[in-house]
């Protein structure tokens, strides 16, 4: 009897099209993870968000800027880009050539400062900072000009006050999540990362410089000295491992949290009679655009 189960089952895995497994890959590009690789991102990605009872093989690809993860969706290296709501937004409403195609929660994501661990004493100033910045509505001010209606007008930049003789605190921005952390086409820092950072400088009597980097060259800056902070790390409350903070970097307080990862995918025409197929390959169709990965 086990022979025949078992020589039953060969037959079925035999004849079962490789087209439906193929169907089941994809590829999905994110922002550099500072302490993860690919492969172990993509499997706690796939505990946490694929679907329960599906053969979906997942694959990840880290990118150091959004330029060059925008080049590779172009270019069909990967099925979507994967970005916080209010990137996606805008991304959506500023460049065009997207779809929305997958919107997943994840409770407990923010952004935060990150300094090298023997700068304690400056990251409880920025803690300092923003608290101030918390109860007198500022950051919340803030969060309405810049994110909440990201794309619709092009963030502005802000003016720095100057401290003769005071401190300066060299700040990285990065650029790669819009409008988060912004650099227009001129290479100005402009967007929610200038107006927060000028703030936190008139509180603390502090001169601030920034610094422009790839997001992959965050850990990098810092512990060449060349910065004395890092605009954002992600974190993820109550998270046992920080997927983006590695060993000798330590964090300010979240600034800025969302709970709703954006998948981006290339726009695809449909067909003037489209209509939703709720098999799981016409759902993979729409989800993938009709293209294996």
């Known amino acids: ?42 499997e706690a ?5 694929a679907p329960h009872g599906e053969l979906l ?5 880290f990118y150091s800027t959004l330029t060059a993860m925008q080049m590779a969706l172009n270019a069909g290296e990967i099925a979507h880009m994967v970005l916080p709501e209010p990137s996606a937004q805008y991304l959506m409403n500023t460049a065009g050539g997207y779809d929305s195609v997958l919107v997943l929660r994840s409770k407990g994501m923010g952004l935060a ?26 950051l ?43 650099i227009a086409p001129d290479g100005t820092p402009a967007g929610y990362n200038t107006a927060v950072l000028a703030e936190i400088g008139r509180y603390l009597k502090k001169n601030i410089q920034l610094v422009n980097i790839d997001s992959g060259a965050r850990s990098a800056a810092l512990a060449s000295g060349r910065v004395d902070a890092v605009f954002w790390y992600e ?48 759902f993979f169709k729409l989800y993938l655009g009709g293209k294996e990965w």
């Open 113 to 138: 400062f990150g300094f090298r661990d023997d700068s304690k004493a400056l990251r409880d100033d920025f803690n300092a900072a923003l608290s101030a910045m918390r109860d007198n509505w500022v």
């Open 1 to 42: 009897m086990r022979r025949i189960f078992c020589a039953a089952l060969l037959v079925m895995l035999l004849v079962v099209p490789s087209y439906s497994l193929e169907r089941l890959t994809i590829t999905l590009g994110l922002l550099d993870k500072l302490n993860s690789t690919e492969e172990r991102f993509a």
């Open 235 to 282: 974190v993820e409350q109550g998270a046992k491992t920080q997927n983006d903070i590695p060993d000798g970097v330590i964090v300010s307080e979240p600034y800025y949290e969302w709970e709703k990862f954006i998948h981006l995918r290339r726009h695809v025409e449909r067909e003037s009679e489209w209509s939703w197929d709720f098999s799981a390959s016409g």
């Open 57 to 61: 093989q997942v694959n990840v690809k």
């Open 45 to 49: 990605w796939k505990e946490s968000f």
């Open 140 to 182: 919340a001010a803030l969060e309405g000009l810049y994110i909440s209606s990201p794309g619709t007008n092009d963030p502005q930049p802000v003016k720095f006050a100057e401290f003769p003789g005071a401190d300066t605190v060299k700040v990285a921005v990065t650029g790669d999540l819009p409008p988060i952390d912004y």
